[in-house]
């Protein structure tokens, strides 16, 4: 694919990053010269891994292309983990090298000294010399990339991404996104993860167009990249629009250069969705995980207003259903080119059918659309009155006063269980539980209406970013009588 592009539009800009720039040339060049090096001086060979630790950084894009070409594996490490954590997949997944940046050089240096793994700085692979030829040993069925699942309800496993599957979701994402060379790509999420790399900025690179990486994401930064740079899409998720619309310069940012803000997230909050369309950019969601390459279900920008809330309709080549359906919602299954079939080493990760089991409860509405509910095991149980926490949620962030909340379910002796909620408050806000009960009457069903109030400084999530609802209920037990 990177070579197919390089021929095509050799001196077309592919990345862009802190002011330097690389066209597809040159990126084609610099990942061949990448695997030469791996090949030849490390020793690296077909099925090999080679682990990453770093923010986003070109040399990450450069040596999964590298590592494709020899046939061998890229594990790149969550920097939001903890050290342990790092520990636990270095064990599982058992790399020789560790690549990494210069903000994370301490902490690679002390898994190094851990682990026992050869240390390579990006300085060191960024001076690799680009002549000579590589011959290409990797293929459609070779696994090329290990990114580990977050571990909401069980310990993370290492979804197993060939080059095949990562090839599909390049294409179908393309497509769906209608990315072209005339595109110009925002990344601003991170790249360790399949949202951050396989959404868009992949897929911006299967099209021809050119990424504008971010080592990290920042408000200010991206409000100024929309500005000056001008890219044409972004990537997002919940909690960056809400940093991007809280920011001081949100209003007056000129965001006419977007067609439109893609957001990676099963649910989306409607106020966040409205502050970009009052701005008059779309917002259309992007519903997958890390096993489904993620591009699975989409809303494109013509439904993006009319379907406020939904995450849209299976993307190309993509099958979902609903199973075990009950009172009109049932749990997500996807089937596709790519969509992961094993976990590190060889865990299965589909049924016998090929189909992966989400874990999230969905509808689908007459036009073929689906929303997500949430998730299967999140589900309240009351009286024998299925109540979904989205519902709950998505009312009462709309109270000026909460900034983010999380309705969950506590064992009740009479009712089974009760329906319990987490608030943060926003910054400055007197809110208490009557204002909030006053703000939910008549919007919600005297059944659905919590029972306990939990006021806390943030909810826990792990660290990308999901919602942790077990440690809501340890939070609850603990809280005890104070709970209301």
Not at 152 to 172: C, V, Y
Request: hydrophobic share 45%; proline share 7%.
């Amino acid at each position: 694919m990177l070579e197919r592009q390089a021929a095509v539009r050799p001196h077309a800009l592919a990345l862009e990053f802190e002011g330097a720039t690389l066209d597809y040339a040159e990126l084609a060049a610099r990942s061949e010269a990448l695997a030469r090096h791996l090949c030849h001086d490390w020793g690296v060979s077909t099925g090999d891994r080679v682990a990453w630790l770093g923010l986003n950084h070109p040399i990450q894009l450069i040596l999964l292309f590298a590592l494709a070409r020899i046939g061998a594996i890229l594990l790149p490490l969550n920097v939001r983990l903890s050290p342990a954590d790092w520990d636990s997949m270095i064990a599982q997944c058992s790399p020789r090298h560790l690549v990494h940046d210069a903000a994370l050089a301490d902490p690679a240096r002390e898994l190094g000294k851990r682990a026992g793994l050869s240390l390579h700085a990006t300085d060191e692979l960024a001076g690799v010399p680009t002549d000579g030829r590589m011959e290409v040993a990797g293929g459609p069925a070779s696994p090329v990339l290990l990114v580990y699942t977050s571990g909401t309800t069980s310990r993370p496993k290492a979804a197993i991404h060939t080059q095949g599957m990562l090839l599909a979701n390049m294409a179908i994402a393309a497509s769906m996104q209608a990315i072209s060379a005339l595109d110009r790509i925002a990344t601003v999420l991170p790249l360790f993860h399949v949202g951050g790399l396989c959404i868009q900025t992949l897929p911006a690179l299967f099209g021809g167009a050119a990424v504008l990486l971010h080592a990290r994401f920042s408000p200010e930064a991206t409000l100024a990249c929309f500005e000056r740079q001008r890219p044409t899409l972004t990537l997002q998720v919940p909690a960056t629009m809400k940093a991007l619309i809280d920011h001081p310069l949100w209003t007056g940012t000129d965001l006419s250069c977007l067609r439109a803000v893609w957001a990676g997230s099963s649910v989306l909050p409607a106020p966040l969705i409205q502050a970009f369309h009052a701005r008059g950019v779309p917002v259309c969601n992007v519903y997958g995980a890390t096993e489904t390459g993620p591009f699975s279900i989409a809303l494109p920008p013509e439904h993006a207003r009319s379907h406020v809330g939904s995450c849209g309709w299976p993307a190309p080549g993509v099958q979902v259903q609903l199973a075990t359906e009950k009172g009109g919602t049932g749990e997500l299954l996807v089937r596709g080119p790519n969509v992961v079939q094993q976990y590190w080493p060889d865990q299965p990760a589909c049924d016998a059918q090929g189909w992966f089991h989400t874990g999230d409860l969905a509808s689908r509405a007459a036009d073929g659309s689906y929303t997500v509910v949430g998730r299967a095991t999140d589900l309240i149980i009351s009286g024998g009155e299925n109540i979904h926490p989205a519902e709950i949620e998505e009312l009462l962030s709309a109270h000026p006063g909460v900034a983010e909340c999380a309705a969950f379910g506590l064992p009740d002796e009479t009712w089974g269980e009760i329906v319990a909620i987490a608030v943060v408050r926003r910054q400055g806000a007197r809110i208490d539980e009557q204002d909030l009960r006053r703000h939910l009457d008549g919007q919600l069903a005297r059944y659905k209406m919590p029972q306990r109030w939990l006021w806390l400084d943030a909810l826990p999530r792990t660290a990308l970013g999901k919602l942790q609802r077990h440690a809501l209920v340890q939070a609850a037990a603990i809280a005890g009588d104070t709970l209301i």
